[in-house]
């Protein structure tokens, strides 16, 4: 029932000024949101110069999907967006994620 799924439900809560740092946030939260992205993978991005190949491919994916809004981070962050200037940068970020390779 309700205690169900407020078990399983993920909250995240932050306050960054770096466009980089909610950039790095909003992929990251998109990887957990998924469920199949395995642990190893989360942490290789969130703390590691080098990622293995499935990082890799975890990560681009999740960027993907938080630029399309699909049940992404960027969603929610542009429809509240603290500082739309801030916004923009993060957008800037993702994108040049997207394209980098």
Known sequence: GERAAAEGSLRWVGYEQSAYAVAKSLVITEMMRTGD??????????????????AATAFRAAVDRC?????GATATASTHPPDTATTIDVLRILRHWRITD
């Open 37 to 54: 992205v395995d642990a190893r993978s989360i942490v290789q991005v969130w703390f590691s110069s080098t990622w293995s190949m499935t």
């Open 67 to 71: 630029l399309l809004g699909t049940e």
